[in-house]
Structure formats: structure tokens, C-alpha cells
């Protein structure tokens, strides 16, 4: 008795699909958009070599499956034996302070390095309204600076008279980071 070929039976359609996508950062829930903010520190302290992927985890309340869903591409390696590290550079998706004549500014930006150099700003302002950094090394320094396409302000006396005017908050700087438990 011969059998014939199955190319007659049809097929069942393959379950499996490709690899999910991130979701939109615009659609996401404010506890989503926690958890996403969460995930975000996890892959700049795993950058920065702060931990273990385990140990960041820890800190940073969340599970495997949803540090994945959330980081992607962000997250390298994880099979095989190899450990899991972050890439150099990210697209994230982050709600940052942007300094301005009028105060700070919150600006959304995809890059790690805008979000660093902003970082590295407030640092020195914060330098400048302690006494610890010049007038002038301060203007030297971030006068014409650009980041996420604008220009930073960097007019040294205008700050230190919103300082007094406590029109800086600097205490809100990080809100973005979410609610501390």
C-alpha cells in the first residue's frame, strides 16, 4: 500500500509570529509607564556595571519576562551560558527637565546621551549655585552647547538670580524616576 504525499492535507498555520514589539510609549498605562521608567534605570545601571542582571532586578522590582518585554534590543545576551549586558547606546523613550530662560522645562527625548549630557548640566549647576564652580568655567563650558536640537541656557547670573527667586527646583529634577518605596 502506497501512501501519497501530503501536499494534499492542508497545513495548520504556524502559531509563532516574530518577535514582539515594544509597545508605544504614548499608549502606555501610568503603571506601565512606571515599570517602563523602572526598566530604563535597570539598563543604566547595568551600563554602568552597577550589579548583576539578578541583583538589578532585585533593585528595581521587576521579573525577567518583564524587563525583556520592556527593554529589547537594549538587553543583549541572556542565552547560552552568556551573561545578560546592556548595549552601549539606547533609544529610550525618557521625560527629562530641560533648562530654559523661563525655568526647567520638561522635554521628551530618545537618546542615553541627551539624557547624559543633561545629567552632566545639573551637575555643574548644582556646582555653580554651591560656590564649588566658577562663573566662568560655567559659561566656558555649556555656552552654546546643544542638546535634543536646543540650546542650552547657560547664562550664569540669570541662574543664580532664579536660584535666589526659587525658580529652580532642583528637588524635581528626577521625578521621572517614579515613586521611591
Known amino acids: 500500500m502506497r ?6 492535507r492542508k497545513r495548520k498555520p504556524s502559531r ?3 518577535k514582539p514589539r515594544i509597545p508605544s510609549y504614548s499608549i502606555l498605562t501610568a503603571r506601565e509607564k512606571a515599570t517602563y ?5 535597570l539598563v543604566t ?3 554602568r556595571g552597577e550589579g548583576s542582571y539578578t541583583e538589578l532586578l532585585r533593585k528595581h522590582h521587576l521579573g525577567s519576562r518583564t524587563a525583556r518585554k520592556y527593554a529589547g534590543r537594549e538587553l543583549l545576551g541572556g542565552t547560552r551560558g552568556k551573561p545578560v ?4 547606546a ?3 523613550v525618557r521625560d527629562l527637565n530641560f533648562p530654559q530662560s523661563s525655568g526647567d522645562v520638561r522635554i521628551r527625548t530618545r537618546s542615553s546621551r541627551d539624557a547624559t549630557k543633561l545629567s552632566d548640566y545639573y551637575n555643574d549647576r548644582d556646582k555653580l549655585l554651591r560656590g564649588k564652580l566658577g562663573v566662568a568655567d560655567f559659561e566656558a563650558k555649556w555656552r552654546g552647547v546643544r542638546v535634543a536640537g536646543r540650546e542650552i541656557y547657560a547664562d550664569a547670573e540669570a541662574i543664580l538670580g532664579m536660584a535666589e527667586a526659587d525658580v529652580l527646583k532642583m528637588e524635581n529634577l528626577y521625578a521621572s524616576v517614579g515613586l521611591e518605596r
Open 37 to 41: 521608567d523602572r526598566t530604563t534605570n
Open 3 to 8: 501512501r501519497r504525499h501530503s501536499s494534499s
Open 90 to 92: 539606547d533609544r529610550r
Open 45 to 47: 545601571d547595568l551600563r
Open 16 to 18: 509563532r509570529k516574530g
Open 85 to 88: 549586558r546592556a548595549s552601549k
